[in-house]
């Protein structure tokens, strides 16, 4: 009886000792779903891919990072979000445009698992207690960035060409400009032959719309009125931005939070390069400062998806690589400043810095 009892014993500390193990170094899981038939979820998808085994082991834990490519349509956003959850990801990054960051929060909205957008910026999903978070800055503001510099220069009529699919960013963004712009405008859908609306004394063009049809846009006008700006909002530069080399895209503008770079990240984004042979564009760092928020807060409360909802949730300053951006309770971020830029072939030229007037100081500060 006594050496059954002694053999129970063991027994039970060998199976309490391994349960105490596998908590102490299971893996802490991040989900990532990017739709990589676009050029700028492809280019997220491979900078999480580069960096994702840098991710030093938090304790005992490593960190696991799960990928899923999906397609840019509904059914196959949805299914790459089921299959995270089946994994028991403890947060989830995704959203390169806005409509797939709707629908991944649709999908997640029962789960409480923590979801980063990367470049997703309707503001939609702004002012919500939800479990949504971003350092890109929202439509609202965009528009409003875009607006003030319209003015700055002078221009008496604008026309706003935007696509036809991706409309919480598209329709969302044109609205904020429109608000804001006290002058004329015109706004189309694009179309072939879209040209012809230059003729009536347009100053600048604003394409809001994917880096193909962007491109399409810009030697349209070129065309018909070389002498006309051009602007593009993030949606389309941001892939075009890592190849600025294209003499087609040579001398338009674009507003951004991505100005001079953080030395710190000099070398990561050198190390890409080398790897990939393109310059990385803001969203794909934008991918990885994500995953470096994420995996701070991880090493502070632990991989369960409500402590991280929580802790996401307090207000805090972030660095974006660029700049400070303030994280508000609603999990919205608003940079301190942004950037005129110029794509020129020799790189990007700052020619300005346009105050944020919807950045607020907070209370909080994480380095």
Request: proline share 3%; with cysteine; glycine share 6%.
């Amino acid at each position: 009886m006594r050496r059954r009892l002694i053999s129970i014993t063991l027994i039970i500390a060998v199976v309490s000792s391994g349960f105490l193990f596998y908590r102490l170094t299971r893996p802490y899981k991040i989900g990532v779903i990017f739709s990589i038939d676009m050029m700028l979820g492809y280019e997220e998808f491979l900078a999480v891919s580069f960096y994702k085994d840098r991710l030093e082991n938090i304790g005992l834990h490593p960190v696991k990072v799960i990928l899923k490519a999906s397609q840019n349509d509904e059914e196959s956003i949805r299914k790459a979000c089921r299959e995270l959850i089946d994994d028991n990801v403890s947060v989830i990054i995704g959203g390169s445009i806005s409509s797939a960051s709707l629908i991944v929060l649709d999908e997640l909205k029962e789960s409480g698992i923590p979801f980063w957008g990367v470049t997703a910026s309707t503001d939609i999903l702004s002012n919500r207690k939800d479990n949504f978070f971003r350092i890109q800055p929202s439509t609202e503001v965009m528009g409003a960035a875009y607006a003030k510099v319209f003015e700055q220069k002078g221009y008496r009529k604008i026309l706003i060409v935007r696509a036809s699919i991706n409309t919480n960013y598209s329709e969302r963004l044109t609205d904020s400009i429109t608000k804001n712009f006290h002058s004329e405008y015109t706004v189309t859908e694009y179309y072939s032959g879209f040209e012809e609306l230059l003729d009536l004394n347009t100053d600048a063009v604003m394409c809001i719309s994917p880096s193909m049809e962007m491109l399409l846009i810009i030697n349209a006008v070129k065309d018909r009125k070389p002498d006309t700006d051009v602007f593009a909002a993030d949606w389309g530069v941001s892939a075009f931005g890592s190849l600025f080399a294209i003499p087609d895209i040579d001398g338009f503008y674009s507003v951004s939070r991505s100005g001079y770079l953080d030395s710190k990240y000099e070398d990561v984004l050198s190390q890409y390069f080398e790897a990939f042979n393109i310059i990385p564009s803001y969203g794909a760092l934008t991918a990885i400062i994500v995953l470096e928020i994420i995996h701070q807060k991880m090493s502070v409360v632990g991989n369960s998806p409500e402590r991280l909802l929580r802790e996401f949730s307090k207000p805090a300053y972030f660095r974006n690589g660029y700049c400070d951006v303030y994280l508000n309770e609603f999990g919205d971020g608003n940079p301190e400043e942004l950037y005129l830029r110029v794509l020129e072939q020799s790189g990007i030229r700052i020619e300005n810095h346009i105050i944020n007037d919807f950045f607020l100081p907070g209370d909080y500060i994480d380095e």
